[in-house]
């Protein structure tokens, strides 16, 4: 196994075939890239680590469990990494049925050695844009959860379009009140306007439903204007 650079992009090399892990390796290394080897997918899951950035090399056609299977489970259980088949078959209908499960790239054996780089090279761009994207929709959803119930309502409400005194109709308080949760829910979001937080509402809402819907309220004494 290749030692790693901490923070940088593995290579997880998954073949029955001890000959192909280790030229994969040397390949790799003559490019400046980590790889880990397998003997197969039980030892592969029984060191991976999801939250470490890298890709995935698997061959199809293994003992015990097969590439596909391995990327049927991966998939299964919310794994993005990005898999570059190989396969020493030039089995068409597996690699349709590959790439349509999500695989970046099928490569028969025996592959150029370009061809493999360069399948890597785009297997980790895609990696690491899955990652920023994902640390992107965490930051916008923990920037909306940390809105109170209230403000989350009438940031809610703005994204939908009302003014403040058609907010405050609603929920039933003062347009100042409604101004102030407003402004305190941009502060919190870190927004400068209202287009501004309405894109982070809206995008919120496509990443885990609807922000805070407007609830109904059993009394109908409105709230101080103070």
């Known amino acids: 196994m290749t030692q790693r650079t901490k923070g940088a992009p593995t290579v ?68 993005g990494i990005p898999i570059v088949f190989l396969s020493g078959h030039g089995d068409i209908p597996m690699a349709l049925r590959a790439v349509k499960n999500g695989a970046l790239d099928f490569l028969e054996k025996p592959f150029r050695d370009q061809a493999l780089i360069d399948a890597v090279h ?14 992107e929709r965490e930051k916008v959803l ?13 940031a809610g409400l703005v994204a939908d379009g009302l003014s403040s005194p058609e907010i405050a109709k609603k929920l039933r308080l003062s347009p100042r009140t409604v101004e102030m949760h407003r402004a305190r829910a941009m502060r919190r979001l870190g927004v400068e306007n209202v287009a501004e937080l309405t894109g982070v509402i809206l995008a919120a809402r496509a990443l885990s439903g609807p922000v805070a819907p407007a609830r109904p309220r059993r009394a109908a004494r409105p709230e101080s204007r103070g």
């Not at 090399?13 to 397998?38: C, F, G, Q």
């Not at 785009?122 to 640390?135: F, H, K, P, Q, V």
């Not at 923990?142 to 009438?154: D, F, I, K, T, Y």
């Open 12 to 79: 997880h090399v998954v073949d029955d075939d001890p000959d192909i892990r280790t030229s994969i390796a040397l390949l790799m290394k003559s490019v400046r890239l980590a790889a880990r080897t397998w003997a197969g997918a039980d030892d592969f899951l029984a060191s991976w680590r999801p939250e470490e950035p890298g890709c995935l090399v698997l061959d199809v056609r293994m003992p015990g469990m097969s590439g596909l299977e391995l990327q049927a489970l991966l998939k299964e259980r919310g794994s």
């Open 122 to 135: 785009a297997a980790l761009a895609e990696d690491a844009a899955r990652r920023r994207n994902r640390a």
């Open 142 to 154: 923990a920037l909306v959860a940390s809105l109170s119930p209230r403000e989350a309502e009438v």
